[in-house]
């Protein structure tokens, strides 16, 4: 991450420029806010967080849908789901 | 310890619903808890066709809780099931029978309670979870 170009601004700098610095943000072009000489928040291009958001999802993506399975399993109607909530009930 | 064999539809509805009796027996102590591949492919297909993106949080959570036998289907076995009951439910009648479990839990009363579904998988039994949970409560 350190590779990209990024501005690092004391919260306290920022406080009365936000406009313009949220102006600066672009992709992977983010500002980290520091309080007391440390990091603390970063003002993010909100689709670019999205986007890394879904690659983390997608990574750590579970499943145990095989495909070698499939053929033995099958779709629920929405009757027997209604018929298994009612004798679920306790 | 007793050994319950977890159905797709127990799976599914305990994804469903956090305060039925599918979701209870997840809280029981003292039982073991097992299901079968196809199980978990077949209900975390439901769950992401039928339900939120947070019931699949919901179903990994439950199925962590879950022994994975490492079975795989039995055909000649499904040929046995099939005599026994409907087609649809076979697959999962012979992977209970195979896991040997004390208990296959279900909520499909009309197709797994019946008399040649008894005999084909005594000694083990099926029953609902609110069976279950009376048996081991009371026991």
Redesign the interface.
Known sequence: MLTYPFNIIPITKARSKLGNLADKVSKENYIILTKDGSPKVALVDIQYLTGLENKVKQAYK?????TK??K?????S?E??K???E???? | MKTVFVD??VL??AV??P????S?IFTLKNIRLITS??V???????VR??LHDYHLERF?IL?DKLEILKQ??DNKLIQMAKKVIVE?DS?ILAGSYHSKADFLVT???KHFLTDSVAKFLKPQKAL???ML?YIIENR
């Not at chain 2, 305060?19 to 599918?22: L, R």
């Open positions: 579970k499943t145990f849908i095989d399975l499939l033995y399993t099958r779709e629920f929405d027997e789901i018929e298994w909530e004798e679920d009930i306790l | 797709s539809s599914f509805s469903n619903s305060t039925g009796g599918s209870k591949k196809v978990l492919a077949e209900t975390e297909r439901n066709n039928k990994f199925a795989l289907p649809k697959v909520l499909d009363q609902t979870p609110k949970i």
